[in-house]
């Protein structure tokens, strides 16, 4: 998530008059985060979409018009709102798509702190839109454009949609920008599926599964798993996961979850997953500890989990107060690969 001293600057946009709020009509915002910024917009014309589930629950939580994940056009306003993602692909395919879809002079504006490319990000929009408005405060930089149909790079903004198409970057295994270890195959990811045992057998889930990597593996190589269920936050995983997965028929299930909120509790012989650690842009240890107690709740007594994890994350505390058998299988090249049995059950 963004720090408040982003939406701090791009709210100055609006309080110095270098960016109107209009007077009627939705005020779209693109991959929207919840936070207190949005309570200085109408909130009754507010319109979020996000592909992320914990942010999409939180909106509509806090009674936002969200559009539903799997909606292909983008209504037009007079304003919208981008909150710039991690990956450089995936946040120009999305002010490419603002852009396109925005009305003749309809206004598009983000923000980024300085040290994460605002600067950039700032000369890249203009590329697109042909022209581009900035401010800069409490080290971060707001920018915007207004659409002007004969100034905007229609040629830039195919290419750049196009570079967010879902893709198979090795044969049988789907992804696209955006999502963890988008163009290659992270090292700690088949580490862990080298280390989990051709005996295995039951019913799997793979928690943040990503693209399907580690399912896909799971499946190729272990014919007693009966199904691996894939659980991701991401709703823009979901088609690549059922890519990557389509030579499994019935032997697996694709959900749209939040894994630290959604899981069945004691359902799963063994879980899987290479647990996130970052919040944004920072580093969050809490989140994968997180995702160790979801684990254990939603394994069977006698469940196992499967994890990797880099080397420096202290996860062990967890695993111990949640598992009464740890082991590490693994250590090597900057990973751990742990084995967690039998989840004590929380009270």
């Not at 039951?202 to 593996?217: H, K, Q, T, V, Y």
Request: with cysteine.
């Amino acid at each position: 998530m963004m720090d408040t001293v982003v939406f701090d600057t791009l709210l100055m946009a609006f309080d110095t008059g270098a960016v109107s709020l209009p007077e009627e009509g939705p005020i779209l915002v693109l991959n929207a985060e919840p936070g207190g910024w949005l309570s200085q917009l109408p909130k009754e014309r507010v319109v979020c979409r996000t592909s992320m589930k914990p942010a999409h629950d939180a909106l509509k939580a806090a009674g936002y018009n969200v559009l539903a994940p799997d909606s292909v056009e983008i209504p037009q306003a007079q304003l919208t709102i981008v909150v710039p993602p991690r990956q450089r692909d995936f946040a120009r395919a999305l002010y490419a798509r603002a852009l396109l879809a925005a009305p003749e002079g309809g206004v598009i504006l983000a923000s980024l702190p300085n040290t994460l490319g605002g600067k950039n990000a700032e000369k890249v929009f203009a590329e697109i839109a042909g022209d581009a408005g900035s401010l800069t405060k409490n080290k971060c930089r707001a920018f915007w454009a207004v659409k002007r149909a004969d100034e905007m790079n229609t040629e830039l903004v195919e290419d750049w949609i196009a570079q967010d198409t879902p893709r198979e970057i090795e044969p049988s295994l789907w992804s696209r920008p955006g999502l963890f270890s988008w163009d290659r195959i992270d090292p700690g990811s088949e580490l862990l599926a080298d280390s989990i045992p051709e005996y295995t057998k039951g019913i799997g889930i793979d928690i943040g599964a990503g693209n399907g990597f580690l399912s896909r593996e799971v499946l190729n190589h272990c014919d007693k798993v009966e199904r691996m269920d894939l659980v991701e936050a991401d709703y823009r995983a979901l088609i690549c996961q059922e890519q990557t997965m389509a030579p499994f028929g019935a032997r697996c299930t694709i959900k749209w979850a939040d894994a630290l909120k959604d899981l069945p509790r004691a359902t799963y012989d063994f879980a899987l997953m290479n647990p996130p650690f970052h919040t944004g842009r920072a580093d969050n240890s809490e989140l994968g500890r997180a995702f160790i107690r979801a684990a254990a709740a939603t394994l069977k007594p006698s469940g196992t989990l499967w994890l990797v994890a880099n080397r420096h994350l202290p996860y062990e505390g967890e695993l111990s107060a949640c598992f009464r058998g740890v082991e590490m299988l693994d250590d090597e090249d900057g990973y751990k690969i742990i084995k967690a049995e039998k989840p004590k059950r929380q009270k």
